[in-house]
């Protein structure tokens, strides 16, 4: 997938069944305020698990792969950091304070890779963001569809 490819993923995504059938799903039955635009009901969406599980499902299907040269300087490098950094945490061979320093800085290196995907407005949130960079870790052998589907990198409340 060359960049200009990565551009189109989102919108190609917004075209799908995937993302249709999600969107349906997500509203079904829910009542809006007369002021609710369709834009902040797509905004709404784009930032919620359900659409970050059809994005999952979505790449899946399309059969993506990851092609390093086909990115510019800029996504490669924020790429290759969060990669790195993943790679260190899951090989092992660290004691429990460099796990926890490595851990902290791929937390970090996942956070700009998201901010550089939405800066070049390759996915529209920091949630999808996220998602892509986790989807690439399974071109890697870091990371499985099922593990970035079940994953909800939003913190839970207690009761």
């Known amino acids: 997938m060359s960049e200009r490819e990565m551009q189109n993923l989102f919108p190609d995504f917004q ?6 059938k999600a969107y349906g799903v997500f509203f079904e039955g829910k009542k809006f305020a007369d002021d609710v635009t369709e834009e ?15 994005f999952v499902d979505y790449i899946q299907q399309t059969g993506f792969v990851y092609k390093p040269e ?3 300087l800029q996504i490669r490098q924020a790429i290759d950091e969060y990669v790195s950094f993943a790679e260190k945490t899951a090989h092992g061979g660290l004691d429990a304070e460099e796990i926890q320093e490595a851990d902290r800085k791929r937390t ?13 407005n390759a996915v529209p949130n920091l949630r999808l963001g996220r998602t892509f960079g986790r989807i690439l870790l399974i071109q890697f052998g870091l990371e499985s569809f099922e593990g970035v589907r079940s994953f909800d990198e939003e913190p839970r409340r207690r009761s």
């Open 15 to 20: 075209n799908s069944p995937f993302y249709r």
């Open 40 to 54: 902040e009901k797509i905004e709404a969406f784009e930032n919620s698990f359900p659409a970050k599980t059809a």
């Open 70 to 72: 086909s990115y510019s």
């Open 108 to 120: 970090a290196a996942h956070h700009r890779l998201a901010k550089v995907l939405t800066g070049v």
